[in-house]
């Protein structure tokens, strides 16, 4: 079966420090690999993607992540956080088939001023 | 582009009853996916509409049932809610199947007393 494994609860980094969440799968073979954030009462908002090819992957608000298949890990980073990227992240998988998204568990951001 | 839309956004139902929920997915997607999200389960797959067509459920059990209509639009409905049915449940549309990038609606929280 797939899963994911966010190791991190919580996370506290202060403002302008940078930052990674980790995320792990199991899965066997290459699996699709997403990053989603949710701020509170909200739905989520894809952060960004991993399908093929590259490997560090880019997407909005300054965050990247960086697929390994070796260590089965796909990490957000940001260079330097801003308070509003407080929330909750999600790392989730696809398998390509109808089974839709494994998510973890989330990780909550704190940023301290 | 308008995005997903979940209504209502909030519902308070009493054990016993049942409750449909009802997702509008981005013009032009044909996909539709249902998640449920609690703090102690946190983000689970229930089942995915294409082109009217159920293609996978996740494990909930019956009283949980979904369909899409022909213009993509999707409801699902609880039957005999229970107090552990109480939770965010989230609709993320796609453009096709397979998991390609979804988007996630903003969520209906249930509330049951």
């Known amino acids: 079966a797939q899963s994911v494994t966010q190791p991190d609860i919580h996370i506290t980094v202060s403002e302008g420090a940078s930052l990674e969440l980790r995320c792990n799968y199991s899965?066997?073979?290459?699996?699709?690999l997403f990053w989603y954030v949710q701020s509170p009462g909200q739905g989520l908002q894809l952060l960004l993607k991993?399908?093929?090819?590259?490997?560090l992957v880019q997407g909005i608000k300054g965050f990247e992540a960086e697929f390994k298949r070796s260590q089965s890990s796909f990490n957000l980073r940001k260079p330097s956080v801003h308070w509003s990227d407080a929330a909750e992240y999600f790392c989730?998988?696809?398998?390509?088939?109808?089974?839709?998204?494994?998510f973890g568990k989330g990780t909550h951001l704190i940023i301290q001023p | 582009k308008a995005g997903v839309t979940q209504t209502p956004r909030y519902l308070i139902k009493t054990r016993g009853q049942q409750v449909t929920l009802s997702c509008s997915p981005i013009?032009?997607?044909?996909?539709v996916s249902w998640y449920q999200q609690t703090p102690g389960q946190g983000l689970q797959f229930l089942f995915e509409?294409?082109?009217?067509?159920?293609?996978n459920k996740g494990n909930f059990p019956g009283r949980f049932s979904g369909r899409q209509f022909s213009n993509s639009r999707s409801e699902m409905n609880v039957s005999t809610l229970e107090l552990g049915d109480s939770a965010l449940y989230l609709c993320?549309?796609?453009?096709?199947?397979?998991?390609?990038?979804?988007?996630f609606g903003q969520g209906t929280r249930l509330t049951v007393v």
């Open positions: 899965y066997g073979a290459t699996p699709y």
């Open positions: 509409y294409f082109s009217e067509t159920q293609r």
């Open positions: 989730a998988l696809a398998g390509g088939g109808a089974d839709g998204l494994t």
């Open positions: 991993y399908f093929s090819g590259d490997t």
């Open positions: 013009s032009g997607h044909r996909s």
């Open positions: 993320a549309s796609s453009w096709g199947v397979e998991n390609t990038e979804a988007f």
